[in-house]
Antibody, heavy 126, light 107 residues
Framework: EVQLEESGGGLVQPGGSLRLSCAASGFNFSHYSMNWVRQAPGKGLEWLSYISSTSNVIYYANSVKGRFTMSRDNAKNSLYLQMNNLRAEDTAVYYC???????????????????WGQGTTVTVSS | DIQMTQSPSFLSASVGDKVTITCRASQDIFNYLAWYQQKPGKVPKLLMYSVSTLQPGVPSRFSGSRSGTDFTLTISRLQPEDFATYYCQNYYNSPRTFGLGTKVEIK
């Protein structure tokens, strides 16, 4: 079964740090780009970060650029989000999500985010 | 940065109604547009990508279209299980912005 499982969430004080992990199983993790998405309580989805399959391309939302660092370890089928200088507005459920895609002939076409984890909750509060 | 303007933010409809949700990109994102459905307390689910390609298992009453930078999600005959919040998302480039969402509620 294709699965993503986040871990590492919790309660942290403003200015603190947290490292989220996402364990992938049931598919060839090293072939897929990945994303982090969060959802604050009662709010919509906010895309945070994207990493290509080989880590050569990494994008960040402006809201987290310079504070969050996304990385992956394909040998461990794992994705990470290092979050520093956390603020109250970072309180949210954090999801990792696979960027779907497929080859059509020799070209690779990206799809949407087709596999999501259950999320891990981060609360930033004193 | 690309902005995704989704409308309406709230929609009240009855079972059997045709429902249309729109999303406008602030610049050309070609066909790199996806739609997601999220029910309360649940994980978002990919409905369709590349404007109009349905994910496997998504009912054919869902359809998508594009006119320039305007994108539309249509539900032809609303079913009870379709009451949810829907989000569009640009995945052409960064930032891969979501729309603010459209909550579809029962009239």
């Amino acid at each position: 079964e294709v699965q993503l499982e986040e871990s590492g969430g919790g309660l942290v004080q403003p200015g603190g740090s947290l490292r989220l992990s996402c364990a992938a199983s049931g598919f060839n993790f090293s072939h897929y780009s990945m994303n982090w998405v969060r959802q604050a309580p009662g709010k919509g989805l906010e895309w945070l970060s994207y990493i290509s399959s080989t880590s050569n391309v990494i994008y960040y939302a402006n809201s987290v650029k310079g504070r969050f660092t996304m990385s992956r370890d394909n040998a461990k089928n794992s994705l990470y989000l290092q979050m520093n200088n956390l603020r109250a507005e970072d309180t949210a459920v954090y999801y990792c999500a696979r960027q779907g895609g497929a080859y059509f002939g020799s070209a690779y076409y990206y799809h949407g985010m087709d596999v999501w984890g259950q999320g891990t909750t981060v609360t930033v509060s004193s | 940065d690309i902005q995704m303007t989704q409308s309406p933010s709230f929609l009240s409809a009855s079972v059997g109604d045709k429902v249309t949700i729109t999303c406008r990109a602030s610049q050309d994102i070609f066909n790199y547009l996806a739609w997601y459905q999220q029910k309360p307390g649940k994980v978002p689910k990919l409905l369709m990508y590349s404007v109009s390609t349905l994910q496997p298992g998504v009912p054919s009453r869902f359809s998508g279209s594009r006119s320039g930078t305007d994108f539309t999600l249509t539900i032809s005959r609303l079913q009870p299980e379709d009451f949810a919040t829907y989000y569009c998302q640009n995945y052409y480039n960064s930032p891969r912005t979501f729309g603010l969402g459209t909550k579809v509620e029962i009239k």
